[in-house]
Nanobody, 121 residues
């Protein structure tokens, strides 16, 4: 069974930084795209950043220049470095991975359990 386990969330003051990690484990043959979404209270889940296996990245306009996504393919792990945080960044952050699951023999998208990021003013 495939699992994505996130870590690194917490409470930080405006202007501060946090680094989120998300490690995929289980019967994985290969991972294609990985990334992060977030969901604030009362709002829809929105894309934050994505990264391909080759390292190409894409960011939401609201985080460009402040957040950096990266990954370690050997560790099946994706990271999100978040700098210059502001209260609007407060949300539950979810990682995802589009991967080939050897148990099912198919490409599927898996999600982490979510990690809370709270930015105080």
């Amino acid at each position: 069974q495939v699992q994505l386990v996130e870590s690194g969330g917490g409470l930080v003051q405006a202007g501060g930084s946090l680094r989120l990690s998300c490690a995929a484990s289980g019967r994985i043959f290969s991972i294609n795209n990985m990334g992060w979404y977030r969901q604030a209270p009362g709002k829809q889940r929105e894309l934050v950043a994505t990264i391909t296996r080759g390292g190409s990245t894409n960011y939401a306009d609201s985080v460009k220049g402040r957040f950096t996504i990266s990954r370690d393919n050997d560790k099946n792990t994706v990271y999100l470095q978040m700098n210059s945080l502001n209260p609007a960044d407060t949300a539950v952050y979810y990682c995802y991975a589009h991967l080939f699951d050897t148990t099912s023999g198919t490409w599927r998208t898996y999600w982490g359990q979510g990690t809370q990021v709270t930015v105080s003013s």
